[in-house]
């Protein structure tokens, strides 16, 4: 059974049968005019000392006790004690600081964007690894520079049992996988739980494309707040249909049951649809005391593009077409005859200005947020 396709599959050929199912590799994926574009290990090495940027550093050590794990930001010099082997640098929410690493989204538009987590990087010298492990997320781990040995499992783990004592989550128990070495242009898809384990074989760098659906609890939690900031009135449990079969220390079945409608009405709402969207597409990784600067009012030849860094989402509400619109963290409604900027936004294309024309300050909106940039 070979990992190895000869090309891509089609996104429908995708979902039914690779999808948390199968991982897979495909030679020369990505060309090399774009490869070559990618952050480097010295720009990656720069914001790794930075102290927003979210990095690591694994060494490992001549036995499982002795394998560290470091969180940024780093000072200069522990760059220059790592010595030539056995390292790996990871940082992550390169697609937030580097735009030619973020064009690389639009080459897995064949999966929800709204999922993204984000695009990590790692650079490693021989040896580097961050060991057996499994992910949570669906991962394209993309070779960039360099070529690196690979084992991925054919199936998710079941009972994930990790060694105890290390900073690292690191499997206990070996898997059964089939090993690949993939060089510059490379990209494996490697679904959640599978394990999988890439050793550097030389100095290289491995760009990962990271979709993670959230857990129920941090849905749970994100749409509560979202109603306690937001709803006009938020609804509370009144007791409508209590009898004194409730008194003073129990609940019955039907009581249950009304609970249940009590918390789950409102997903019939728009109300629901709309928070889906404004969830699905908020920043995740913001720099919250940034201040941004004001944009002067484009013309309308002017060209606007969406960076793919800003997630957009689509959703129909229910009257008949109307649609909850998120850019990042804009929120709005748009009738149906409207979507071609949803479209022009989406496509990550340049496109006029002059197609918003009838919705000025929603353009004012999206660009005084930096949603779309001038170009
Ligand atoms: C790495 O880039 O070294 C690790 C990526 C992964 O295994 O998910
Ligand atoms: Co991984």
């Known amino acids: 059974m070979s990992l190895i396709l000869e090309q891509l599959p089609s996104a429908e050929e995708f979902f039914k049968s690779y999808w948390n199912k199968k991982a897979f590799v495909v030679r020369g994926m990505i060309p090399k005019d774009i490869t070559e574009a990618l952050i480097d290990e010295d720009h990656l ?29 780093f000072e200069e010099e522990v760059f220059s004690e790592l010595g030539e082997e056995d390292w790996s640098l990871l940082v992550q929410n390169i697609d937030q600081y580097h735009p030619e690493t973020a ?24 040896g580097g690894t961050v060991g057996a492990h499994t992910d949570s997320y669906h991962v394209f781990l993309i070779q960039g520079k360099g070529a690196r040995r690979w084992k991925v499992a054919h199936e ?4 994930e049992d990790c060694i105890e004592g290390i900073p690292l989550e690191i499997l206990k128990e070996g898997f059964d996988g089939e090993e690949v070495t993939v060089t510059e242009g490379d990209v494996i898809y490697i679904p959640p739980k599978f394990g999988h384990e890439g050793v550097s074989l030389e100095p290289s760098l491995t760009y990962s494309v990271g979709f993670l659906g959230p857990s129920l609890s941090e849905m749970l939690n994100e749409f509560g707040h979202y109603l306690e900031e937001h709803h006009e009135n938020p609804p509370r449990y009144l007791g409508q249909n209590l009898t004194e079969d ?3 220390f129990q609940i019955s079945t039907q009581q249950i049951s009304d609970f249940k409608s009590f918390m789950t009405d409102i997903f019939e709402e728009d109300y ?3 928070w ?3 969830y699905f597409s908020r920043p995740i990784h913001t720099d919250e005391e940034e201040t941004l600067p004001e944009i002067e009012v484009p013309d309308q030849d002017d060209l606007l593009v969406k960076p793919p860094e800003v997630k957009i989402l689509l959703a129909p509400l229910k009257s008949a077409n109307k649609y909850s619109v998120s850019v990042g963290d804009c929120s709005f409604e748009l009738d149906q005859e ?17 197609i918003f024309k009838d919705h000025p300050a929603l353009l004012n909106t999206l660009l005084q947020q930096h949603k779309l940039d001038i170009i």
């Open 45 to 73: 090495a720069g914001l790794a000392m930075e102290e927003d940027v979210k990095s690591r550093l694994v060494r490992k050590g001549r036995n499982i006790e002795d394998w560290r794990c470091d969180y940024g930001p």
């Open 103 to 126: 064009d690389l989204l639009t080459l897995f538009n064949f999966c929800p964007r709204w999922l993204l987590d984000d695009i990590m990087v790692s650079f490693s010298p021989k």
């Open 156 to 159: 998710p783990i079941k009972n």
């Open 246 to 248: 409730a008194a003073p």
């Open 272 to 274: 629901f649809t709309k």
């Open 276 to 278: 889906l969207t404004q």
């Open 338 to 354: 409207d979507l071609p900027l949803v479209s022009a936004m989406a496509s990550e294309e340049p496109f006029k200005a002059e």
